[in-house]
């Protein structure tokens, strides 16, 4: 069956600019998340949602990210006003719910490269 | 607060040898332990996860992993390692409370002829 699917795969983008990450969960799959992975930083957790409860953004780390999801479905993360920290792989992963026995299914990410 | 240890950036290992991956943690609550698997310039991909019950977990492609609730540890194993078993390798944690998956910062395994 289909796995998460996220685009783009890369994104090659000037400091300053504005982009776009878009995940596309497994169906049927309650529960989103998005992660970050950083040489750095390793894996972060950035946010999580689930159904049309409030999402958690106790990962986001500052008022220039920001994601949404429509219609329990798709994922947007937007980073506004992109830094060259922010580069990294943007990884996005679902649930069948948020009980913590349920495994996170990871999308193959998307490369974010900020010049 | 939950945390990830993996204290090995890497492990090297000859092919058709045993292999061990460590990892300790620590959770407020009850463990919900994960081993996550990462090829290059791709996603992190699930082998097998502890919930309750049996100490030893079986998962995919012939790893397991051993609960051992005293020492704090959930150690990834495979009795006879492959080159293709070559990757990157996260444990991770969560308690029952946490919506998120806390990760350790990863071990190199590097499976040679």
């Known amino acids: 069956g289909a796995g998460v699917s996220q685009s783009p795969s890369n994104k090659v983008t000037e400091k300053g600019k504005d982009v776009e990450l878009r995940c596309d969960p497994i169906?049927?799959?309650?529960?989103l998340y998005w992660y970050r992975q950083s040489l750095g930083q390793g894996l972060e957790f950035l946010i999580y949602?689930?159904?049309?409860?409030?999402?958690?953004k106790s990962g986001l780390p500052s008022d220039r990210f920001s994601a949404e999801r429509t219609g329990g479905s798709v994922s947007t993360l937007t980073i506004q006003r992109t830094q060259q920290e922010d580069s990294a792989v943007y990884l996005c992963?679902?649930?069948?719910?948020?009980?913590?026995?349920?495994?996170?299914?990871f999308g193959p990410g998307t490369r974010l490269t900020v010049l | 607060a939950q945390s990830v240890a993996q204290p090995e950036d890497q492990v090297n290992v000859a092919e058709g040898n045993p292999l061990t991956v460590k990892c300790t943690y620590s959770?407020?609550?009850?463990?919900?332990l994960f081993w996550y698997v990462q090829y290059p310039n791709r996603g992190l991909q699930f082998l097998l996860k502890y919930i309750t019950g049996d100490n030893l977990v079986k998962g995919s492609y012939g790893f397991e992993a051993e609960f051992n609730k005293s020492q704090t540890s959930f150690h990834l194993k495979k009795p006879s390692a492959l080159v293709s078993d070559s990757a990157l390798y996260f444990c991770?944690?969560?308690?029952?409370?946490?919506?998120?998956?806390?990760f350790g910062t990863g071990t190199r395994l590097q499976v040679t002829l």
């Open positions: 992963a679902s649930s069948l719910s948020r009980g913590p026995t349920d495994t996170q299914y």
């Open positions: 169906s049927g799959h309650t529960a």
């Open positions: 959770v407020s609550g009850n463990p919900y």
């Open positions: 949602f689930q159904g049309n409860s409030a999402p958690d």
């Open positions: 991770a944690v969560r308690d029952g409370t946490a919506s998120k998956l806390t």
